[in-house]
């Protein structure tokens, strides 16, 4: 074909991956639940969509341009179309990987200079104590917490001190979570980790970065799985409340049992459920590079999850700042689990 842009020679992508991207079917079942394009309705939006444009760049029968660069931005990385794929194609891996290859949104070039220079999505500088630099039980709390979500970080601390415990608390440049999602480059930051041997997490995202990045000789886990594992004894708080699994901590990390657990184990605490939960989890849009980039779309899908917590009456409980700092700019009042486990949770 005349003026055939062959791609797949400039695509670096693994040899599994371009298999998966082949062995779509169109069968469309990754349609349904998207929350992208349950607000669009454009087949581009989906998970097909995107492994369809995929398809065409790889053979060459379309040509990258700046809608077919937007189209692979306009989704969450929530990776709810990989749990309804029969050919168990991994969808967000794919549009993860063509975002390397073809650049970034206008939108993402401000937060990209922000974490590079400030590391920090906001372009602020602050300065972040380190504490306890002789502890083996390490915390690292994310830029969002530092900046944004403080309260998170206060409830944390105080809570693994009601449970005995002084963590080192790294000083905490970004994750890079949101130039990973992005498809930026990432120099990788140096940190002193001490005689850490366990480093807990409240932010999903930061963790998964961590274990994306194999540190093998330290334990990484979620706070919520590491209250569990000290058995406290909560005081009863009579509250019902609808817990929203972020996508980080449940799709892509798997933990979807240690934060119900930790709610079912306070006395008198009612725990319901949304009607899309666990795998199923409706996406609240909350990921800072999607929704710098979709402003519009990040308010229909935060909005979705508030509405359907009220509806049930329940207080929305969330385990991930992004999803909290998001839910409160459209008005919700989510809480942290940090903060339910903070208030139930007696001084020693
Ligand atoms: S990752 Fe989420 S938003 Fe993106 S295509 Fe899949 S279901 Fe839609
Ligand atoms: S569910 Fe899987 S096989 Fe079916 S259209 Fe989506 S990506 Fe293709």
New binding site residues.
Partial sequence: MEGKYNFLSTISMDKKRKIEIMSCTGCGF?KE?????EQTGIES???K??ILLAYGLLQGDIIEDESVTRAFY?????????T?CPSLID??LI?SSMRKHIGYLPQHEQLIQNINTSNNPFGETYEAPVLNKNSTLGYFPGCFLNLREKNIKKATLSVLKKLGYKPHVLNTSCCNAPLERIGARITSPKRDYGYINTLLFSCPACLYMFKKNTYKKIQLSHITEFILQKKPIFTPWKKKVIYHDP?YLGRWLGIYDAPRQVLQNIPGLELVEFTDTRESAQ?CGSEVEFRTAFPLLAEKMGKKVLREAKKKNALLVTASPHCSYHLKKLGGHPLDILEIVDNCLPLK
Avoid: Y
């Fill in positions: 990754c639940g998207c929350p992208v394009f939006s989906s998970g969509g995107k306009e989704c969450s990385l929530c990776k709810k179309c990989e309804r969808i967000p549009i996508c996406c």
